[in-house]
Nanobody
Framework: QVQLVESGGGLVHSWGSLRLSCAVSGNIFCVSAMCWYRQTAGKERELVATITTNKITDYGDSVKARFTISRDNAKNTVYLQMSSLKPEDTAAYYC????????????????WGKGTLVTVSA
């Protein structure tokens, strides 16, 4: 059973910083690109950042130059360092693993974490 568990959310003031973590656990053979998404009530889920296995990164326009995604392949963990936070960054943040294989010959599957809440006060 593969699980993605996010941590690090909380309440922070504007211009503050938070670091989110997402650990992939279970019987894992390999994990491909990993992403962070966020969602607020009544809105569609928004792609925040992506990182490939080779650590190539990409960011949504709203977080460029403020957020940094990184990963530790040995620990199957992805991080999201968030700086200069704004009230509009308030959202539930979700970790996504686009393609996880549990063995060499298994079919890859996509997995989602349950989310961690980030609240930025003005």
């Amino acid at each position: 059973q593969v699980q993605l568990v996010e941590s690090g959310g909380g309440l922070v003031h504007s211009w503050g910083s938070l670091r989110l973590s997402c650990a992939v656990s279970g019987n894992i053979f390999c994990v491909s690109a990993m992403c962070w998404y966020r969602q607020t009530a009544g809105k569609e889920r928004e792609l925040v950042a992506t990182i490939t296995t080779n650590k190539i990164t990409d960011y949504g326009d709203s977080v460029k130059a403020r957020f940094t995604i990184s990963r530790d392949n040995a620990k199957n963990t992805v991080y999201l360092q968030m700086s200069s936070l704004k009230p509009e960054d308030t959202a539930a943040y979700y970790c996504n693993a686009e393609s996880v294989k549990t063995s060499r010959f298994s079919r890859p599957r996509e997995y989602w974490g349950k989310g961690t809440l980030v609240t930025v006060s003005a």
